[in-house]
């Protein structure tokens, strides 16, 4: 469940480092509509809000966003993947916390366990990830291949034909 974020007052905006929606999205070369669209489908959550409303981000927040931006470039995954992703590394990062606050050698254990099962897993949609990208290129050299063998017989054949008259005379 989401918490409620304290609304800021400009000057805490200013003081804090936090960054107005429309500074965020010039930074990262996004559309403002962007921005509340990734909030809308869950993927962000802006550390709080002036009194009319308007959308503050911390450093934190811009992070997440160039996490996404860099997500959506690498794998090309959908933003249901990308949040799937994100959830799984910060819940990697709630477990490395876990695990160093505490002495206790067994919940050590555990928890490590647990995250090399989220960590497998996070291998394996990036494996999934690249053999379809490598079928696609597969896909396309293949198709380049054909294209240069008949872009090849087509200039065979022209190389095979005589030149007509109008261009025979102007390589005179």
Wanted: glycine content about 6%; proline content about 3%.
């Amino acid at each position: 469940m989401k918490s409620k974020r304290a609304r800021q007052s400009p000057q805490l905006n200013a003081d804090r480092g936090f960054r107005q929606i429309g500074e965020v999205a010039d930074e990262l070369g996004l559309t403002q509509r962007t921005l509340r669209y990734y909030e809308s489908r869950g993927l962000l959550n802006p550390a709080g809000r002036l009194d009319g409303g308007f959308r503050l981000y911390s450093d934190a927040d811009v992070y997440r966003l160039e996490r996404i931006l860099e997500l959506k470039r690498l794998l090309g995954a959908p933003l249901s993947l990308i949040k799937e992703i994100l959830e799984a590394e910060e819940l990697l990062q709630q477990l490395r916390e876990e695990r160093r606050s505490t002495d206790d050698l067994v919940a050590k254990r555990a928890s490590l366990e647990r995250a090399m099962g989220i960590i497998e897993a996070q291998v394996g949609l990036v494996r999934e990830r690249m053999s379809a990208m490598q079928q696609l290129q597969d896909r396309y050299e293949r198709r380049l291949t054909r294209t240069r063998a008949r872009l090849d017989r087509v200039d065979t054949h022209l190389a095979e034909r005589p030149l007509p008259v109008a261009v025979a005379r102007t390589q005179s």
